[in-house]
T-cell receptor, first 113, second 111 residues
Framework: DTGVSQNPRHKITKRGQNVTFRCDPI?????LYWYRQTLGQGPEFLTY????????KSRLLSDRFSAERPKGSFSTLEIQRTEQGDSAMYLC???????????FGSGTQLSVL | GQQLNQSPQSMFIQEGEDVSMNCTSS?????WLWYKQDPGEGPVLLIA?????ELTSNGRLTAQFGITRKDSFLNISASIPSDVGIYFC???????????FGTGTRLQVTL
């Protein structure tokens, strides 16, 4: 296992711009999750995929957020028209079905100016 | 969203001391996990617990799945400087693999 890989590690953008993050899960992990973490808080669930199907979305995921996993491997998370409140660490995790252990990547730290 | 309640919020201990922290909820969970997070990094899985009453060790770390399924405990024995970080409990109901995270315990170890 090479681990969960996230790119970029850091992103600074101006308010109103669109940003896209990529996550490459551990190979053979069919589940992929996106979480958001703000300073001093635990990670909060955003959405998850089983293979290419997006099975659940949190109410935190406004219509400016969209996630895809087109071939059931890597995933992208796009935020449109970013706002300062979007500043956070965006974490990706993966797991195998039936095993509830999630393995996290190093995250993408987003700063919206 | 819902978060699990962890205590203490922070701890300052001396190297070599033992550490205990816990996580409680008003809801029942089927799986409990403990993670450690260093600044600017993602959480790293330490221990996973799957059965009520289960006691599991990973080196100097020991964790227990509470018998009521509403709590969990993590103990670290003989702490060392690299134990510094934030420890999070996490749990799920087993139906959707969606983890709910605790509020975190920040551990500082002094020499």
């Amino acid at each position: 296992d090479t681990g969960v890989s996230q790119n970029p590690r850091h992103k600074i953008t101006k308010r109103g711009q669109n940003v896209t993050f990529r996550c490459d899960p551990i190979s053979e992990h069919n589940r992929l999750y996106w979480y958001r973490q703000t300073l001093g808080q635990g990670p909060e669930f955003l959405t998850y995929f089983q293979n290419e199907a997006q099975l659940e979305k949190s109410r935190l995921l406004s219509d400016r957020f969209s996630a895809e996993r087109p071939k059931g491997s890597f995933s992208t998370l796009e935020i449109q028209r970013t706002e300062q409140g979007d500043s956070a660490m965006y974490l990706c995790a993966s797991s195998r079905s039936g095993l509830e252990k999630l393995f996290f990547g190093s995250g993408t730290q987003l700063s919206v100016l | 969203g819902q978060q699990l309640n962890q205590s203490p919020q922070s701890m300052f201990i001396q190297e070599g001391e033992d550490v205990s922290m816990n996580c409680t909820s008003s809801s029942i969970f089927n799986t409990w996990l403990w993670y450690k997070q260093d600044p600017g990094e993602g959480p790293v899985l330490l221990i996973a617990l799957y059965k009520a009453g289960e006691l599991t060790s990973n080196g100097r770390l020991t964790a227990q799945f509470g018998i009521t399924r509403k709590d969990s405990f993590l103990n670290i024995s003989a702490s060392i400087p690299s134990d510094v970080g934030i420890y999070f409990c996490a749990a799920n109901t087993g139906t959707a693999s969606k983890l709910t995270f605790g509020t975190g315990t920040r551990l500082q170890v002094t020499l």
